[in-house]
Every structure is written in C-alpha cells, then in structure tokens.
C-alpha cells in the first residue's frame, strides 16, 4: 500500500497564480520529500524536509509539514507555464530510514 | 555529474519471455530501488537493495525479482513476462548516511510485453 496520497490527482491554474498540492501519510516519518516528474521522464528532488521541522522554503517552492496530521503541502508560488509537471511526495517508510515509498501525485497544468 | 543510467528507454517483449532491466549509478550510494509507474497510481515499489545482495520486497514484487551482485548495478528480472506487466519502470539510488536520503532517478524504461 502507498504511504502517501496527494491532493488533488488533478490541478489547472493561470500562469502567475500560487498552486498549493497536499500529501497525507500514514505511518511515522523520518523525513518528506518532494519531486517532480516532466512528461515521460525520471523524477527529479525538489526539496527535503526533516520530521522536526515545520516549513521549509526553496526559490519559488514552500512545503510544510504538520507530523500530528500526517500531511505537508507543497506552494508554488508566481507559476509559470515551465512548472507543468506532475508532483510527488515522498516518505520513508518508517521502519527502513532508506526505503523510499511516493504517492500517487498530482497532475499540474498551467495555462498561459 | 549525479547519474543513474538505465540500459533501455523503450523494450518490446513477448508474453513468457525472461526480461532484464539494468540500472547502473555512479554515486557510490548504498540504496537502489525499482518503481513501476502506471497512470493514476503514482509510483509503486518493487523491489529494494540497501546493501550488495541485499534486498527487500516493496509493494508489488510479484513476477519480479532482483539481483545486486556489485553496488553500482542493480537488475531488475522479469522470469516470465506478462500483458499485466506492460509499464513504466523507474530505477533510483540514494545514499543511507548523512540524513540526505534524496533519490536520484534513471530516465526510465518503458516496457511493453505483447
């Protein structure tokens, strides 16, 4: 079973607004993860955040991370027709520190 | 340059056959896994390696298994292909120490069994 499950599967903006995903995780962690995958390619690291930590920020990207609730979100800020992607969050899986368990993304588009 | 390298981009194998899938990394990094990706599912984890001839099962190892006779290569088998096993198959590596456990990803095979 997956570890994470994104929100929504699904998410079209105007390019210059903020896009804001949600990952919703199920055991304890060590650590979240955020990727992104272009059309037909391998994923790509975006940004790492620790258990203890509550928000962390990367040029235009925040995440944050509320471990009571088991979820973090990912803001993307000023979008722009380049961040089309599909997202994913990712988690180890608890028990195994280096095991590596994604959700099952979210399908961004940005109209010019 | 970070890179992890998967041997084919496109395959096309017929029902019953033995398959190979090879990823090779050039990190050093003790962990590779094997992901198949299918629309609406995100991507789903076969098979694990932490160490050489170290393995684990992921969520979907069936028809699968895997092989890690030296650290930089990890191989992932299909004994008998399937229709069902029609997908796209991601490699990934990452390092166990540090508290950077960031993957770093192969470009991808995509596998079509007829």
């Known amino acids: 079973s997956q570890q994470g499950e994104e929100d929504p599967q699904a998410l079209s903006i105007q390019e210059g607004e903020n896009a804001t995903m949600n990952c919703s995780y199920k055991?304890?962690?060590?650590?979240l993860q955020w990727y992104r995958q272009n059309s037909g390619r391998g994923l790509v690291h975006l940004i790492l955040?620790?258990?203890?930590?509550r928000e962390k920020h990367s040029g235009r990207l925040r995440v944050t991370l509320d471990t009571s609730k088991k979820s973090s979100s990912l803001l993307i800020t000023a979008s722009r027709a380049a961040d089309t992607a599909s997202y994913f969050c990712?988690?180890?899986?608890?028990?195994?520190?280096?095991?590596?368990?994604f959700g099952s993304g979210t399908r961004l588009s940005i109209r010019p | 340059d970070v890179k992890v390298t998967q041997s084919s981009r496109y395959l096309v194998k017929r029902t019953g056959e033995k398959v190979f899938l090879e990823c090779v990394q050039d990190m050093d990094h003790e962990n590779m896994f094997w992901y198949r990706q299918d629309p609406g599912l995100g991507l789903r984890l076969i098979y694990f390696s932490y160490d050489v001839k170290m393995k684990e099962k992921g969520d979907i190892p069936e028809g699968y298994s895997v092989s890690r006779e030296k650290k930089e290569r990890f191989s992932l088998i299909l004994e008998s292909a399937s229709t069902n096993q029609t997908s796209m198959y991601l490699c990934a590596s990452s390092r166990s120490t540090g508290g950077r456990t960031e993957a770093f990803f192969g470009q991808g095979t995509r596998l079509t069994v007829v």
């Open positions: 055991t304890s962690i060590n650590n």
């Open positions: 955040i620790r258990s203890n930590e």
């Open positions: 990712a988690t180890d899986a608890g028990s195994s520190a280096s095991k590596i368990i």
